[in-house]
Structure formats: C-alpha cells, structure tokens
C-alpha cells in the first residue's frame, strides 16, 4: 500500500485519465447512431454497433485483470490507452456500418485493459473506509469526461459539416482525430505520472473461471454476496444497454433533433449527474454503501420508465436529468460495496469479472433494444400518444433494472471488507 500522499497523487492522476479517456468516449458515442444510419445501418444495426465493444470488453476484462495481478496494473493501462488512439483514427476508415463492427470490437478489447484494471489499481491504492470517496473522484471525472466530450463532439461536427463545408461523413471525421490526441496525451499521463500501489506477482497462477467465481478462502456468507453482485453485473448490463443507444435516437425520432444538438444536450444532462459523484460516495463511506446504491438505482430506473411517456422536450430533459444524477448516487457506492467483498489477493481477476458480467449483459440487452425499436418505434397499439410502441424498449429497461436492484436490497447485508491475504 502507498504511503497517504502517494495514494492520493495515485488517485488524482488516475481520475484525470479517466476524464481524458471518458472525454474521448463522450466526444463520439453521442454521434455514433446517427454515423451508423449515414452508412446504411439501423436501430439493430446502433445495438450490434454496440455490442461488438461489450462482447469483446466481456471476453477480456478477466483476462487483462489477471494479468495485471501477476504483472502490473501500469503496463496494462498505458498500451491499452495507447490502442485507444490507433482505433480512434481508424474509426474513419470504414465506409459501411459493417466496417464500423470491426473496430468497435477491437475497442472493446482498449477498453478491458484500461477500465477495470484503472479501478483495481484505485483500490489498490486506497484503504476500506475511503473506498466510497476514491471511487465517487473516479465516477464523477469521468462524468464530467462524458459531459464535456458530447458538447466538444457536437461543436465539432457542426464546425465542419456547417462552417467548413464538409460533407455529413467528412464531418464526423474531425471527432475521431481529435479523440486520438486526447488518448495520446492520457497514454502520457499514464507514462509519467501513475505509479503501481503493489509490487506486481509473477509468481501467481492464472485461475479458471470456476477458481474465479467460487474464490479460495471466501467464507460462504460472503461468497454468497458476490454471486449475487454477479448477477445484478449481467442484469444492471443488460438494462443499461437495452437503452443507451436508443436515447439519441428516441429524441431525433419525437422531436427531429440533429446529432449536434443531441450531443450537446446530452452533456448537459450527464453534466448534472456529474455533480453529485463525488459528494455522494463520501456519504456512501458515512451511511452505507448498499444505501445508497439501492436509493440512486431505484431512481435511475423508474426515470428510465418515465423518459419516453412525455411529448414535451423540457420534461424529457428532466428526466434525462434525474436519471443520470441518480446513477451517479448509484454508481460510486456500488463499486466500494464489491471492493469489499472481493478479496485483495485476486482484486484484478474479480473485478475484472464483475466488469465480464456487466458486458455479457449489454451483449444480449443492445441488440435487444435496438430490435424492439426497430419492431415497435411509433406503432400506436389504439393508444393516445405518447404511449405507443416507443416506449418498450424503455420498459422492460427499467423493469430489469428495478429487479436486480431489489435483489441486492433485499440479500445483500454489508459487512466490514476482507483483510488482506496477500
């Protein structure tokens, strides 16, 4: 463990990756439904769009964190930041959607080395009764990444397509270079400023799935905690990619909003959410993690529900509003409660695991989504506006969503995190 200055330098460096990579992320996710309909594709074709990332984030997240166990969290985090900024140019290579598949996987795979192994390395450097606190500073830079990117992207793409004379596809061009600088500045970051909390063992071997899922030395009770946070990880996937990129196309098909603008108002919305990070997992450390992960997950879904059963722009951008502030409650408190239950001799592994789980999620729930809309999108059912068929894919997000919510509430007890066994 690094000394307290240390570990908080450790902290604040890590957070400022986070929000240089979550900037990139920001920049282009807003932009890439409307890049995918350009070249040809649709709602299914936005969810497999999506689901090549989380498939291939799934399949490496373990993978990446038992190697960083066994040689390092900084060497794993600096290539795949570095591999973030090739893909980034690359994104403008592709002239079908098809094409676009390709290096979304190949992202996904970025993604797994810098993600979960970023937030053991956190842990790493951070003692229990300040977990809440260190991972509300890692949630709330990288909203505040995902807020500024949409509005940096969206000035972009209306700076070339609109005060440049590009063509809608050269414009999206410029978000994708400006992405790859700010992914070599963090690679930068990474190199010089990031240290290792723990000395990196060669020695340990690398553990099968079943060594992953049922740890050595866990006892039942606490075993029993972590198949359950298993669970709410697929479940919590599933929902969230069900609808996430369905949101821009919810508001250009009820109020024929532009990918520019959509940016825009979604970092304001993320903005919002990026607020209260930080305040509220220092309240996570003070009344209970599992507190504030139930009351913010709660929240985030029943908006979830509401966000497509209104007309008015102004009420959607409410709701867009509470459930990314709730979220944000949400997010910080249930990262520290699985901090706690993990064991620190394989943290890497686990969470990178838990990590597998929320992607395989997302693997089934994007592509589910974007059929749904796809099936449904309009269709009046003999009902009044605005309840129409838009509003499926919605539902059943929220609805997923509160059940694996209730099911951490309601058997999941929080208990004082494991000792050392390293």
Request: with cysteine.
């Amino acid at each position: 463990m690094l000394d307290a200055d240390a570990a908080r330098r450790n902290v604040n460096y890590l957070a400022g990756l986070d929000f240089i990579i979550s900037l990139g992320f920001g920049l282009i996710l807003p932009l890439f439904p409307t890049y995918v309909e350009l070249l040809g594709g649709g709602g299914l074709e936005v969810g497999i769009l999506f689901s090549s990332f989380v498939l291939t984030r799934a399949l490496f997240a373990t993978t990446f964190g038992n190697l960083s166990d066994r040689l390092g969290r900084k060497p794993m985090i600096l290539f795949g930041t570095i591999l973030y900024a090739v893909l980034a140019i690359l994104f403008v290579v592709p002239n079908s959607w098809v094409g676009l598949i390709f290096v979304r996987g190949f992202q996904g795979v970025a993604s797994a080395m810098v993600w979960p192994v970023t937030e053991a390395l956190v842990i790493d450097s951070t003692p229990a009764n300040k977990r809440g606190a260190s991972m509300g500073k890692i949630v709330m830079a990288s909203n505040l990444g995902f807020v500024v990117g949409p509005f940096v992207g969206g000035s972009l793409f209306i700076l070339a397509s609109e005060y440049m004379g590009y063509t809608d596809q050269e414009a999206f061009r410029l978000p994708f270079y400006f992405t790859a600088a700010l992914s070599v500045i963090a690679a930068v970051l990474v190199w010089r400023k990031v240290t290792d909390a723990k000395v990196a063992d060669r020695t340990k071997k690398k553990l099968r799935l079943r060594e992953l899922i049922r740890p050595e030395g866990l006892e039942p009770k606490r075993l029993r905690h972590l198949k359950i946070l298993y669970a709410n990880a697929m479940m919590e996937g599933f929902s969230f990619a069900s609808i996430g990129p369905l949101v821009v196309l919810f508001l250009a098909f009820r109020f024929s909003m532009g990918a520019g603008v959509i940016s825009i108002l979604m970092g304001v919305a993320m903005g919002l959410g990026a607020l209260v990070a930080l305040p509220s997992g220092r309240l996570a450390d003070r009344v209970g993690k599992k507190r504030m992960f139930v009351l913010g997950g709660y929240v985030a879904f029943i908006a979830t529900m509401l966000l497509p059963l209104s007309p008015i722009l102004a009420v959607v951008v409410v709701m867009l509003a509470c459930r990314s502030m709730a979220f944000q409650v949400s997010s910080p408190a249930l990262r520290a409660l699985q901090a706690d239950i993990v064991p620190e001799n394989v943290r890497g592994r686990l969470i990178g695991l838990l990590e597998s789980m929320t992607n395989m999620g997302s693997v089934i729930g994007a592509p589910l989504g974007g059929f749904l809309w796809d099936a449904f999108q309009g269709r009046d059912f003999g009902l009044p506006a605005p309840f129409d068929g838009t509003m499926i894919p919605f539902l059943l997000s929220g609805l997923v969503g509160i059940f694996t919510i209730s099911m951490v509430h309601f058997l999941v007890h929080e208990e004082p995190p494991p000792s050392s066994n390293d």
